[in-house]
């Protein structure tokens, strides 16, 4: 009963790197979400994914972040030229079907430091 | 802008206390409201939601709130808890039809045997 698999659990960055981050959701969910969550502070949305399309993206930086949900594989979080700002752990959750009021299963976080 | 208030950032209880965590948000409309638990080191669990109906819900571990919609209010509440609630409690809302979830910054509950 496999629920949300986000790898890698911890990653470790130099500045100026790329981090991929990966999150296959539970199976059976179409819709996939990540949200980042710095140190001292509550979870915050970054970005909401359908298969093969972006819903809504109001939380991403406008720029080094970008996500996908491809047809086939696993939803891929990417931050490019990472700064120290970037640490954080990052969570992604999965549900079944959209309305509102479908809770979402969350997985173990990614755990990004930057070195 | 919809937000969520957790005024309660660390709480520090003996076992058998009553807890109530408080959690107030801002919006207007239709919510529904969760509260997530995140054990040391887990991933965030579902304590319990409400969509509508009954403004009391009950959810796993024997934790209940209640949703005061006049207050703008979902307060979580256990009449006894236990060294293995020691965790982080999260109050969370959607709006609407949108499916992101607005966070509150979470409070940290310590239980001391």
């Known amino acids: 009963n496999a629920g949300v698999m986000q790898n890698p659990r911890h990653l470790v960055r130099r500045r100026g790197q790329e981090a991929r981050l990966r999150c296959s959701p539970v199976k059976g969910h179409s819709h996939v979400y990540w949200y980042r969550q710095l140190p001292e502070e509550g979870l915050k949305f970054m970005v909401y994914?359908?298969?093969?399309?972006?819903?809504?993206e109001s939380g991403m930086p406008k720029e080094r972040f970008s996500a996908e949900f491809p047809k086939e594989g696993p939803s891929i979080l990417r931050i490019q030229q990472v700064v120290r700002g970037d640490s954080a752990a990052y969570f992604c959750a999965s549900s079944r079907q959209v309305g509102g009021n479908q809770p979402q299963h969350f997985g173990d976080g990614t755990r990004l430091s930057i070195l | 802008a919809q937000s969520v208030s957790q005024h309660n950032h660390h709480v520090i209880l003996s076992e058998a206390a009553s807890l109530e965590l408080g959690c107030n948000y801002s919006?207007?409309?239709?919510?529904?409201l969760f509260w997530y638990v995140q054990y040391p080191g887990q991933h965030l669990q579902l304590l319990l939601k409400?969509?509508?109906?009954?403004?009391l819900v009950k959810g796993i571990k024997g934790f209940e709130a209640e949703f005061i919609k006049s207050k703008f209010s979902f307060n979580l509440r256990k009449p006894s808890v236990q060294w293995s609630d020691t965790a982080e409690y999260f109050c969370a809302v959607n709006v609407g039809n949108t499916d992101k979830l607005i966070f509150g910054t979470g409070t940290r509950l310590q239980v001391f045997p």
């Open positions: 919006y207007g409309g239709t919510v529904n």
């Open positions: 994914l359908q298969k093969e399309n972006i819903i809504d």
């Open positions: 409400y969509f509508s109906g009954d403004p």
